[in-house]
């Protein structure tokens, strides 16, 4: 069985940001959220996860989500879910946690800060679900 790729993965600041661009299935799913408590890690105020290449998610995806957040609020760190694909809109509708998540689906961070730090720091950018390197 393949390992899912894991997701991008760049520190700009006080900030982390994560790509998400795959199915979250169960086994996506337990990679990514191996990957946000690694973001947890590297910054104090605050994890985005761009959720725009989502295209299928099931119920141990929206757990990873939802316990991203709540491990995030115990830490003070904001984990937002940018840019969430309609799939997860109406997920989170219908599971009635759009209240509770962090949600902002006009942010473009995730695409401008891979410019930046291609530009200004040649950094190590990966892409979900083939890694490579900008």
Known sequence: MLEPPEPCSFAVATAVYLTVDTDLDT?????LSAQ???AFEQTEQR???DCSGVDWVDSSGLRVLL???RLGNARDINV???KPSAVLLRLFTL???A???HIDDTADDCQELHTTARASRGAAVHSFPVPHTV
């Open 47 to 49: 994890v985005v996860l």
């Open 67 to 69: 316990e991203a957040t």
């Open 80 to 82: 937002v879910v940018s």
């Open 27 to 31: 086994h996506a799913a337990a990679a």
């Open 99 to 101: 209240g509770y998540l």
């Open 95 to 97: 599971a009635d946690v």
């Open 36 to 38: 946000i408590a690694g």
